[in-house]
């Protein structure tokens, strides 16, 4: 087996550990959103996991101990309940520590292998490698929940005047025939089989929308007008009555955005962080556009007609669904049951990723009226 994965694995079994580490009890097992776990469930949930697919599945030596089933597997243990039923944070780090040496130590050197084509291409680490990363993300999520949950004092932001910022251009993507997702055995299942899809001429901007855009939307009314909106859309604007961005607050002209760290004064600059599919839509419909399908930005992503890849998950206007010859590994469950036609897909990654994601077939996914995850748009036309 080859040491870079392992090497990466490593880095973010770290990671993990240094978030947990200095947190004091209550913010440990806190819930800080509905939608998230508490801090500590994660990196006990991470432990677990390699646990079970390296002594258990990879090697065959041990079943799952029944009590870290019952804490560490979603299915069996509700979000409200996870914080609560943890164990103290030190002995939680202390055992994620013995564990994830162990996990680095029996992987560099595997022996009687139960099923051995978990390692063909080195699948198994980056496996795991790639599912930490994702837990990461959503911890540093959970930390920004948690931050917007505490009064803002002594930031001020930027006085954030009209048309003062950068400008996107549009990149013309031309109609043919484009190869999606990947053959690499290293990546989900859901980016597999590589797929050909034919289409047709679009235009795509070169720049994700800024803070000082989405701005611009808000002053116009655009979250009073239902002209803007889909019908599905203008009904959760109703029921949820917000009028801005999940991470931005305001003082009369004053905005700021929340981070991992606290507040911050609000950059026009900056990327849009902190809207659900709903608002993109009613963005893009307000600025003459629409939002990409994810073929076409995966398509113009591998041209490199994109700009600003990274810096915040872009919402794409289709369901995530299965391409043609998709079969479910390593296990059935992973992502068949998101095939339901209620989550849509993003693309690209956010500031809060990890290299091991960060690639252009890459798909994340989530319900339309999700907004806490550090998503933006992308405008098509």
């Known amino acids: 087996m080859s040491s870079e994965p392992l090497a990466a694995l490593n880095r973010l079994q770290n990671a993990l550990l240094a978030l947990v580490e200095p947190l004091e009890e209550a913010l440990y097992r806190e819930q800080a959103h509905p939608q998230l776990s508490a801090l500590g469930w994660h990196l006990g949930h991470c432990a677990f996991v390699e646990r079970l697919w390296v002594r258990g599945e990879l090697l065959g030596l041990e079943e799952p101990q029944a009590d870290l089933q019952e804490l560490y597997l979603p299915e069996h243990s509700a979000k409200t309940t996870r914080g609560e039923r943890l164990p103290p944070a030190a002995k939680l780090c202390t055992w994620a ?4 040496a162990e996990t680095q130590e029996l992987l560099r050197t595997p022996s009687s292998l139960r099923r ?49 910022w950068r400008r996107s251009e549009w990149r013309r993507l031309p109609a043919g025939r484009y190869r999606i997702g990947t053959d690499s055995r290293k990546v989900f299942d859901n980016e597999r089989p590589p797929r050909v899809a034919e289409l047709a001429a679009c235009r795509l901007a070169s720049r994700v929308v800024s803070n000082g855009d989405y701005l611009e939307f808000i002053r116009d009314g655009g979250y009073c007008s239902p002209r803007w909106w889909c019908r599905e859309g203008w009904r959760w604007r109703e029921r949820a009555q917000c009028t801005h961005p999940d991470n931005w607050r305001h003082h009369g002209d004053d905005w700021y955005s929340y981070g991992p760290h606290g507040a911050q004064p609000l950059s026009a600059n900056g990327p849009l962080a902190g ?51 998709f079969r479910a590994y390593p296990y ?29 077939s890459f798909r994340n996914f989530y319900t339309a009226e999700q907004r806490h995850i550090c998503a933006g748009i992308r405008l098509a036309k």
């Open 116 to 164: 051995p084509e978990l390692l063909q291409a080195d699948f198994l680490p980056n496996f795991l490698l790639q599912h930490h990363a994702q837990h990461l993300e959503t911890m540093r999520l959970a930390l920004i929940q948690w931050r917007l949950r505490r009064p803002c004092t002594g930031t001020r932001s930027e006085r954030l005047g009209r048309k003062a």
């Open 332 to 360: 059935a469950r992973y992502s068949t049951p998101w095939f339901d036609g209620r989550h849509y897909v993003l693309r690209g990654s956010s500031v809060h990723s990890s290299g091991a994601i960060r690639r252009p």
């Open 275 to 325: 809207v659900n599919l709903y608002e993109a839509r009613a963005y893009a419909t307000w600025a003459g556009a629409r939002l990409p399908h994810e073929y076409e930005w995966e398509a113009a992503a591998r041209l490199g007609l994109l700009d600003d890849i990274g810096l915040a998950w872009e919402w794409c206007d289709n369901r995530f669904h299965p391409y043609p010859g």
């Open 97 to 100: 520590n013995k564990s994830f």
